[in-house]
């Protein structure tokens, strides 16, 4: 028999937040149709600029073995934005 399964279990409601009740994919099963995110309310990034896309792209070209820390560090924005860049 196992120990810990059903009504006599351990109860994990506390643990998953107030909507543990909540449909696991309302948004979806009211009409939502895509796994993007929805824009949010912020800062829009401007270290995306197509300047720094450029010199990312030359960068790479000419040295392919610079890392993400390589490229930020040269270029002065984050790793997340040039991992970003790149991932784009």
């Known amino acids: 028999m196992r120990a810990g399964v059903g ?3 351990p109860q994990f409601r506390g643990l998953l937040g107030p909507d543990a009740d909540a449909e696991p994919n309302s948004s979806y099963n ?7 995110d929805d824009p949010r309310p912020g800062r829009p990034s401007t270290s ?3 300047e720094n896309i450029e010199k990312i792209g030359k960068l790479i070209r000419e040295d392919r073995r610079l890392s993400i820390r390589g490229l930020a560090e040269i270029i002065g924005i984050d790793k997340e934005c040039v991992r970003q860049i790149l991932h784009e």
């Open 7 to 9: 009504e006599s279990g």
């Open 30 to 36: 009211e009409g939502r149709e895509t796994t993007e």
């Open 48 to 50: 995306e600029t197509d």
